[in-house]
């Protein structure tokens, strides 16, 4: 049985992510979204928000759990019984910060490997930030989100504009 973590904020889940949610799903027999609950950050979307944006758009993926945790990914790895950690690499700009995260969970947690799989050429420029800062404005965001959560992403600046 070999069960994957997908940790991030999705803050909130875009095309890029499900696309890596879909290809790492396929790999392993179980693969757990595991959605950041960072006190450091201030995210747009609730934790709640985020794991329930996630169920609705990974619903037809049959072995995809949406899970939150706090505190470090190794113990939530040790916790789950994970054994592998998949990030997504858009850039070179990715790359060091990823790569000094993943040297750091395997001394923290040595059962731990991560695996980095690459965006697809269609999302590679594909950020939560990107979204966010074109909600803000108004802009069209159905190339980059998953359809089903526009109306939700819009609704946070509705009231803001
Ligand atoms: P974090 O705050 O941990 O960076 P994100 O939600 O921004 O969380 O991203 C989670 C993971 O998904 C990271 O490994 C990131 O590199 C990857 N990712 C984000 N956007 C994309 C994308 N468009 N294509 C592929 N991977 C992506």
Not at 48 to 66: A, Q
């Amino acid at each position: 049985m070999i069960r994957a973590i997908y940790p991030g904020s999705f803050d909130p889940v875009t095309l890029g992510h499900l696309d890596i949610i879909r290809r790492a799903s396929q790999k392993v027999d179980e693969l757990i979204v595991g959605v950041l609950n960072n006190g450091g950050k201030t995210p747009l979307f609730s934790i709640d928000e985020r794991v329930s944006m996630l169920k609705e758009v990974t619903g037809g993926l049959s072995n995809v759990k949406i899970l939150s945790f706090s505190g470090l990914l190794v113990d939530f790895a040790r916790q789950t019984e994970a054994t592998i950690v998949v990030r997504g690499l858009r850039a070179i700009s990715d790359f060091e910060y990823e790569l000094q995260m993943a040297q750091t969970n395997s001394i923290l947690n040595s059962e731990v490997d991560t695996m980095f799989l690459t965006a697809s050429n269609d999302y590679s420029y594909l950020s939560s930030t990107t979204v966010k800062e074109i909600a803000s404005f108004g802009g069209n965001i159905e190339k980059f989100v998953p359809k089903e959560i526009c109306s939700r992403i819009y609704e946070k600046y509705s009231g803001k504009r």
